[in-house]
């Protein structure tokens, strides 16, 4: 007997709308998630390519330097009658502090030029002449700067003295070595033409090369500036590297912009030189007193305003991660810093190191007494922006011997 069996089959049911969206929602929060990661990996990724690569432009800069230079080349402030030039090492001499050890002279940025000579086969545009050599001929009236507009030229302050007694225009070359008719001291008759002319252009102050002044299709990651001191007889050099980006939006060839005339446009704008002789940075951090360790990397010289208000370009050294050289060669960085004036105190990675009294750094008063340390006064750093509004991160900065 066949059973016929019937199975009535009801209908299946679907997801509602309220579900639906549930589900869209859930997905959406893990996918935010998710996303919210990748800013932070770039940031880290770039810290690390930076990290990597700031040794390597830095050592790059000095190999480009050493073949274009030999450490002999370098003079003294001596040989141009300038003795205010060795004072004191970071140009705020305290009184009742001597000079130096003779022939030194302090930290001093090479000169700048801002317009292209079409003679030249070079691009002058951006690149700095070491000795300044343009400039000083131009002055003096020599052939070799006879096409040197001055109003787009940028040199190192000499200190001071009388241009036609004392005619240094920047870094004190080897006169004995450049000019067959020197004359030692009291003769400080300066020949127009017999400055060394050592032109870095601006391409090769770049990493990658290629590219670097707007010709070919690589553009450059990095760009370094220089400064150069005579410390105990040697010519030692410090290096600051960073990375460009223009806040115009459309990307544009990089070239070193002309200071505003607020902040010194005749003065070499890179690297910057920060004037803290009133509020130096001092050891011992907030209370002076180096045994209190807890508060020996924060700078007493820096306090916080009661409005917010935008730091200006002289004060950028404070800004978070800033790269510093200082007076006493040392090299420091900034932890924790400043964006706007309403933030808190700059703390340094690591504390102010007390400098060893010695003549080269502190000088000697009239007893022989090596001085008292002074404090930290002059220190050199990459600004975060220049007139031209690119901004500006520095990413390493070191110092080595010629």
Known sequence: MNRRINICCGRRRGFSLVELLLAVFILAIGIIGI??????????????????????????????LRTKLKPEWF????????????????????????????????WKR??????????????ELGAIDIFSALYTSNMLGGALGSALNPSLAATEDSDGGDPVAAPLFGIPFNRAMFDPQYQPWPSVTVRADTAPLVIVTQQE??????????????RPQYFWECMFRKFEGRVQVAVFVFRVSDSGGEPRAYTVAQSLAAQGALVPPLPMVA?????????????GIAVTISDNSTLLSVAPAATPASLQVEQSWQSPGQWIIDEFNSVHRVLMGRRTTKDSLVTLTRPLPDQTRIP?????????????????RAPAFIPT????????VPIYATVQEL
């Open 35 to 64: 996303s919210a990661l990748f800013p932070a990996g770039i940031a880290q990724q770039r810290q690390a390519t930076d990290d990597t690569m700031g040794p390597v432009v830095a050592d790059n800069a000095m190999a480009i």
């Open 75 to 106: 003079g003294s402030c001596d040989e141009f009658f300038q003795p205010s030039d060795r004072a004191y090492p970071n140009g705020f001499a305290p009184a009742g502090l001597g000079n130096t050890i003779p022939g030194d002279w302090r």
């Open 110 to 123: 090479p000169g700048f030029l801002f317009a292209n000579n079409t003679n030249t086969a070079i691009n």
């Open 205 to 218: 102050r770049s990493y990658p090369m290629s590219g670097s002044a707007g010709s070919g299709t690589k």
């Open 275 to 287: 004037n803290l002789s009133t509020t130096p940075w001092r050891v011992g951090g907030l209370d």
């Open 360 to 376: 080269a750094f502190f000088g000697n008063a009239n007893t022989g007494a090596v001085g008292a340390n002074p404090g930290i």
């Open 385 to 392: 922006t220049d007139a031209r509004n690119f901004t500006l």
